[in-house]
Structure formats: structure tokens, C-alpha cells
């Protein structure tokens, strides 16, 4: 799996693996809703806008899963329209329960 500004490929996973991917890129949660089965190669292609550049920061501002290669041209087509012109998916907001941990109190343990 790559994943870099612009561009996802993911050879031979299931589509849970672009939900991922997706879920890093866009700094949301993504959930694979699809009902697809099996593993896929998937290749998809946008022009990333200003916000999803800082998402794939690493240390000291590298870039993590990149080539050294160039942007990819400002005429392409948003993330949204990609997913449904390049492979007929289409990401929907909802609001769904999700599970947190709070920790309200922390102790170090006794030396017993």
C-alpha cells in the first residue's frame, strides 16, 4: 500500500484497506460500508487541497509514503469525485456511537 498528497495504491487488500487510508488522508474516521468482499487493487487519484497536505506529515515535516515525486496538477478532480468517477464509491457523513476511553486519574502504583 501507498499512500501520499494525491494518490492512494492498494494491491491485493480488501476494501476495509482504502477506508484506512482514507481515514489518514482526511484526519476522519472512514468507515467501509460497502459490502464488498475479497481483496482488490485499487489505484486513485485527486488533486489534494491545502488542508489534506499536513495530514501525512512525519518527522520534521517529511513526507511519509512519498516518492520525492511532484504534485499532481491542480485541475484534477476533488477526493469526493474521484472515489465515485474512478471506482463508483461514494463517501457519505453520518454520525455514528463510537467508544472512548477517558482516563479521569492517574497514580503511580505503591512500592508494596
Same mark, same amino acid.
Given at each position: 500500500?501507498?499512500?501520499?498528497?494525491?494518490?492512494?495504491?492498494?494491491?491485493?487488500?480488501?476494501?476495509?484497506?482504502?477506508?484506512?487510508?482514507?481515514?489518514?488522508?482526511?484526519?476522519?474516521?472512514?468507515?467501509?460500508?460497502? +459490502?464488498?468482499?475479497?481483496?482488490?487493487?485499487?489505484?486513485?487519484?485527486?488533486?489534494p487541497d491545502e488542508s489534506? +497536505?499536513?495530514?501525512?506529515? +512525519?518527522?520534521? +515535516?517529511?513526507?511519509?509514503?512519498?516518492?520525492?515525486?511532484?504534485?499532481?496538477?491542480?485541475?484534477?478532480?476533488?477526493?469526493?469525485?474521484?472515489?465515485?468517477?474512478?471506482?463508483?464509491?461514494?463517501?457519505?457523513?453520518?454520525?455514528?456511537?463510537?467508544?472512548?476511553?477517558?482516563?479521569?486519574?492517574v497514580e503511580r502504583p505503591?512500592?508494596?
Amino acid at each position: 500500500m501507498r499512500i501520499k498528497p494525491g494518490e492512494v495504491i492498494i494491491q491485493a487488500r480488501p476494501v476495509e484497506s482504502l477506508a484506512w487510508a482514507l481515514s489518514r488522508l482526511l484526519g476522519r474516521t472512514v468507515l467501509d460500508k460497502s +459490502g464488498l468482499e475479497g481483496n482488490y487493487d485499487i489505484t486513485l487519484r485527486w488533486t489534494p487541497d491545502e488542508s489534506q +497536505g499536513g495530514m501525512l506529515k +512525519g518527522p520534521e +515535516g517529511s513526507q511519509q509514503g512519498t516518492d520525492n515525486a511532484p504534485s499532481p496538477e491542480s485541475s484534477g478532480p476533488s477526493i469526493f469525485a474521484a472515489l465515485q468517477e474512478q471506482l463508483g464509491l461514494k463517501m457519505e457523513s453520518q454520525k455514528s456511537p463510537r467508544e472512548i476511553l477517558v482516563i479521569d486519574n492517574v497514580e503511580r502504583p505503591s512500592e508494596n
